[in-house]
């Protein structure tokens, strides 16, 4: 092999992506529109969501609602997959997304409805809109492994991830600056903005993918068994997998605490924005939701620099060593990110600085993902995606609520050192039980 070929640069993962064979080429231009739509949203949502009169327990049940969605919809979407085919079932799912922003969008006019015995609060409408607006995110993550392991070599599985995952990963880079654009003055209005685009690449996708997308050669119908295969699959994970299952349900139990805080620890707790100065437009004064717009780009742009270097870097150190740096970057922000700003001072670089460090756990994502679908037998990836997601899902599914609970009834100083305990726990089991694979060793 060449040296030019061996070389690892961050273009490259784009221009293989262009050498696809063309049904992988539409589904990742899809992946593109719809994780642009996505990430404008998700991430505001918490702070959306206290605009319309929520309390942080209430933000707390969102993300876990998001987390039972996560896990249970992977499955049935393949149940549909298999009844209707996957060209069709993607096109529903599409458009169910964009039903989803349309309604997150709406709910800033509804007014509370009373009926009675309760009252429907506005926020009550978002919670509706992420039952429809996950549909396309959550059914593809199966199909996805399944397509890269048949087309990758097992000893550059980490590589292939890096391919897709920096195309999607592209579309998080650009999409929090966006937001940071419309909302540099308020929240609000700007954000409803960003619905109305999530909305239009929500139809662009789909109907991008309905017309182009050909399902003769899919097989992400034939990889998902249903929910009746979950006791045999589980009984049936390769050793390496489980070890790597319980650090990561650890970690992400962690995380699910207090993932969609983040954005009220910088707007409410803080309340730290941006100011720039440049020499055409003077003085920029950004907003709190527009500063933690521009601190998620900061992410994502770490991020992507890394993860091919690192998926490399993998090839020569083994998967283990990285997955392990990404789950200790996931235990230890959370600890940072409450403490460090308001006691160390200078606070809105250091929220720069610890965002550029938080980027670093998306660098081992590649590594994660080759090590979850890797030991699985050839035709069974997606099969044992779904399994290991599942229980993984479930397990984590509790989280939110829990961080919620903790953030409004108890201090969201200890709600996040929890998170922190709950995650280095994880990051120990994984340190000492993990296991390597063996195409990496």
Same mark, same amino acid.
């Given at each position: 092999?060449?040296?030019?070929?061996?070389?690892?640069?961050?273009?490259?993962?784009?221009?293989?992506?262009?050498?696809?064979?063309?049904?992988?080429?539409?589904?990742?231009?899809?992946?593109?529109?719809?994780?642009?739509?996505?990430?404008?949203?998700?991430?505001?949502?918490?702070?959306?969501?206290?605009?319309?009169?929520?309390?942080?327990?209430?933000? @707390?049940?969102?993300?876990?609602?998001?987390?039972?969605?996560?896990?249970?919809?992977?499955?049935?979407?393949?149940?549909?997959?298999?009844?209707? @085919?996957?060209?069709?079932?993607?096109?529903?799912?599409?458009?169910?997304?964009?039903?989803?922003?349309?309604?997150?969008?709406?709910?800033?006019?509804?007014?509370?409805?009373?009926?009675?015995?309760?009252?429907?609060?506005?926020?009550?409408?978002?919670?509706?809109?992420?039952?429809?607006?996950?549909?396309?995110?959550?059914?593809?993550?199966?199909?996805?492994?399944?397509?890269?392991?048949?087309?990758?070599?097992?000893?550059?599985?980490?590589?292939?991830?890096?391919?897709?995952?920096?195309?999607?990963?592209?579309?998080?880079?650009?999409?929090?600056?966006?937001?940071?654009?419309?909302?540099?003055?308020?929240?609000?209005?700007?954000?409803?903005?960003?619905?109305?685009?999530?909305?239009?690449?929500?139809?662009? @996708?789909?109907?991008?993918?309905?017309?182009?997308?050909?399902?003769?050669?899919?097989?992400?119908?034939?990889?998902?068994?249903?929910?009746?295969?979950?006791?045999?699959?589980? &009984?049936?994970?390769?050793?390496?997998?489980?070890?790597?299952?319980?650090?990561?349900?650890?970690?992400?139990?962690?995380?699910?605490?207090?993932?969609?805080?983040?954005?009220?620890?910088?707007?409410?707790?803080?309340?730290?924005?941006?100011?720039?100065?440049?020499?055409?437009?003077?003085?920029?004064?950004?907003?709190?939701?527009?500063?933690?717009?521009?601190?998620?780009?900061?992410?994502?742009?770490?991020?992507?620099?890394?993860?091919?270097?690192?998926?490399?870097?993998?090839?020569?150190?083994?998967?283990?060593?990285?997955? @392990?740096?990404?789950?200790?970057?996931?235990?230890?922000?959370?600890?940072?990110?409450?403490?460090?700003?308001?006691?160390?001072?200078?606070?809105?670089?250091?929220?720069?600085?610890?965002?550029?460090?938080?980027?670093?756990?998306?660098?081992?994502?590649?590594?994660?993902?080759?090590?979850?679908?890797?030991?699985?037998?050839?035709?069974?990836?997606?099969?044992?995606?779904?399994?290991?997601?599942?229980?993984?899902?479930?397990?984590?599914?509790?989280?939110?609520?829990?961080?919620?609970?903790?953030?409004?009834?108890?201090?969201?100083?200890?709600?996040?050192?929890?998170?922190?305990?709950?995650?280095?726990?994880?990051?120990?089991?994984?340190?000492?039980?993990? &296991?390597?694979?063996?195409?990496?060793?």
């Amino acid at each position: 092999m060449s040296t030019e070929r061996e070389s690892v640069d961050t273009p490259g993962p784009f221009r293989q992506f262009f050498s696809l064979e063309r049904d992988v080429l539409v589904l990742s231009l899809a992946m593109f529109a719809f994780s642009l739509g996505f990430q404008m949203t998700s991430r505001f949502l918490p702070d959306y969501l206290v605009y319309l009169g929520a309390g942080g327990f209430v933000v @707390g049940l969102f993300a876990t609602l998001g987390n039972v969605i996560g896990t249970v919809y992977p499955y049935y979407g393949g149940i549909v997959s298999d009844r209707v @085919g996957s060209r069709y079932a993607l096109t529903v799912f599409g458009f169910l997304s964009t039903f989803g922003f349309a309604i997150w969008l709406a709910s800033a006019s509804v007014p509370a409805i009373d009926l009675g015995v309760v009252t429907v609060e506005p926020w009550a409408w978002v919670f509706v809109g992420l039952l429809l607006a996950q549909c396309w995110k959550s059914f593809g993550i199966g199909g996805h492994y399944a397509i890269v392991k048949q087309a990758t070599d097992p000893s550059r599985l980490a590589r292939g991830f890096a391919s897709t995952e920096t195309f999607r990963r592209t579309a998080f880079l650009i999409a929090p600056l966006i937001v940071a654009a419309l909302v540099a003055d308020e929240l609000v209005p700007g954000f409803l903005w960003v619905l109305a685009i999530a909305i239009v690449f929500a139809v662009l @996708g789909t109907i991008v993918q309905h017309l182009l997308y050909e399902a003769e050669a899919d097989s992400v119908g034939e990889e998902f068994e249903g929910i009746g295969q979950i006791v045999d699959d589980l &009984q049936a994970l390769p050793d390496p997998l489980r070890p790597l299952l319980v650090a990561d349900t650890f970690v992400r139990f962690a995380n699910g605490m207090v993932y969609a805080f983040f954005i009220l620890v910088i707007t409410q707790l803080l309340e730290i924005g941006l100011t720039l100065s440049a020499p055409v437009v003077g003085t920029i004064d950004l907003s709190p939701a527009a500063f933690f717009g521009v601190l998620l780009g900061v992410e994502m742009f770490v991020a992507l620099v890394t993860m091919a270097p690192m998926a490399r870097i993998a090839e020569r150190v083994g998967l283990k060593p990285v997955v @392990g740096l990404g789950f200790f970057v996931y235990a230890i922000f959370p600890v940072l990110l409450i403490f460090v700003p308001r006691y160390v001072g200078a606070e809105t670089w250091l929220l720069v600085a610890l965002f550029a460090f938080s980027g670093l756990r998306f660098a081992g994502l590649p590594a994660h993902k080759a090590l979850v679908v890797g030991p699985a037998e050839r035709g069974a990836g997606g099969r044992m995606t779904g399994t290991y997601y599942l229980i993984r899902g479930a397990v984590v599914i509790p989280s939110g609520a829990l961080g919620g609970f903790l953030w409004e009834f108890a201090t969201p100083e200890l709600s996040f050192t929890i998170a922190t305990v709950v995650g280095t726990i994880g990051v120990a089991y994984f340190a000492i039980f993990g &296991q390597e694979f063996e195409a990496y060793r």
